[in-house]
């Protein structure tokens, strides 16, 4: 036992005068005074694909819903074409302070846009606009509706127009259409 302490002392106060290595986040030991943080790519992990928007491994795959598809760019121009168009509309709504769905729908059929309707089984029979209130969440425990109204305007297959005005902030922008909701990014998942 006596061997066994003289050793450790001996450790102990060999290692007084010698700088020790500190461990950086890799768990690698590191000389003192060095940089300690790790680099961009020894924080990514080998299971994240490209484009995931919080790093979340499947995350494309979870959120598919969620991201718009490609647009072509004549049909990229013809939808900016038509952003053009509607954001002044919505600027002057929203200067007006009248945001309800009813108010913004008759100011959308006045540029010549025609309504969207479907059939019984949900196909498209005519029309190109969709104006319908904005999304509901849950604040403080309760469901809540914002005041405003959210539009949509399929331009082509492969390009739409989406928008909102609401008491706070109006925008317009353009984006391909979402694979399970059209025009409008779907609120949640299935």
């Not at 919080?54 to 718009?68: L, T, V």
């Not at 002044?88 to 729908?105: A, G, I, N, S, Y």
């Not at 305007?153 to 928008?163: G, K, N, P, Q, S």
Request: net charge positive; charged share 20%; hydrophobic share 35%.
């Amino acid at each position: 036992m006596t061997a066994a302490l003289v050793v450790l002392a001996t450790l102990s106060l060999g290692a007084c005068a010698t700088e020790h290595a500190t461990a950086g986040a890799t768990g690698v030991a590191m000389p003192k005074g060095t940089e300690t943080t790790p680099s961009p790519s020894m924080k990514a992990s080998p299971y994240v694909e490209p484009g995931a928007g919080d790093g979340a491994p499947h995350y494309r795959e979870n959120n598919g819903f969620r991201i718009a598809g490609n647009m072509s760019a004549a049909s990229a121009k013809d939808a900016q074409r038509e952003a053009d168009r509607i954001e002044p509309v919505l600027k002057r709504l929203w200067q007006q302070r009248m945001w309800d769905p009813k108010t913004v729908r008759a100011a959308m059929l006045k540029l010549g846009y025609q309504e969207e309707s479907f059939d019984a089984k949900g196909n498209l029979l005519r029309g190109t606009l969709q104006v319908k209130p904005m999304n509901s969440r849950f604040e403080n425990g309760r469901e809540v509706r914002p005041q405003g109204a959210l539009v949509g305007l399929r331009v082509h297959a492969d390009a739409c127009v989406t928008a909102f005005v609401q008491k706070t902030n109006y925008q317009v922008s353009t984006n391909g259409p979402y694979p399970e909701a059209g025009c409008f990014e779907p609120p949640a998942g299935h």
